[in-house]
């Protein structure tokens, strides 16, 4: 987390720019530097908020050095119709017979991604009579 130790020891002049996750940056201590003319943050720019609902309520809006958006920085039509176009391209891939490349989403990926081991056993048969990638075990 960005909180006021963090966002003092910035360079003078600096620029925070915030596109990750809410929490991340503490957005009262950065409220109160942006607000604080000889602290050396000179600006900030944030897409992303700790409360996102339709009563937004931020210490940032209304501070002319704080450049706020609504989370939808890579909405544009350009990133949209990228994101359309790779998703056809993996259906058609997964259509026909092509997964190399294609992220997809299986038991044992989200069995590592909820954190338990994962042994390889490349050419073991698994449960559906295929070679199965991975073994999963609780940790």
């Given at each position: 987390?960005?909180?006021?130790?963090?966002?003092?020891?910035?360079?003078?002049?600096?620029?925070?720019?915030?596109?990750?996750?809410?929490?991340?940056?503490d957005e009262q201590a950065l409220?109160?530097?942006?607000?604080?003319?000889e602290h050396p943050l000179a600006a900030a720019a944030v897409d992303t908020f700790e409360h996102e609902h339709a009563t937004f309520a931020s210490p940032l809006?209304?501070?002319?050095?704080?450049?706020?958006?609504?989370?939808?920085?890579?909405m544009t039509?350009?990133?949209?119709?990228t994101a359309a176009i790779r998703c056809a391209d993996h259906i058609a891939a997964l259509l026909a017979g092509r997964p190399d490349g294609v992220p997809v989403v299986t038991v044992e990926t989200?069995?590592?991604a909820q954190g338990h081991e994962a042994?390889?056993?490349?050419?073991?048969?698994?449960?559906?009579?295929?070679?199965?990638?991975?073994?999963?075990?609780r940790p």
């Open positions: 987390m960005i909180g006021r130790s963090e966002l003092a020891a910035m360079r003078s002049g600096s620029i925070l720019l915030n596109t990750a996750r809410d929490g991340i940056v409220a109160d530097a942006l607000g604080d003319a809006f209304g501070l002319p050095n704080a450049l706020l958006t609504p989370h939808l920085a890579g039509k350009a990133a949209m119709a989200e069995l590592i042994e390889s056993v490349r050419g073991r048969p698994g449960r559906t009579g295929k070679e199965s990638g991975f073994l999963a075990r």
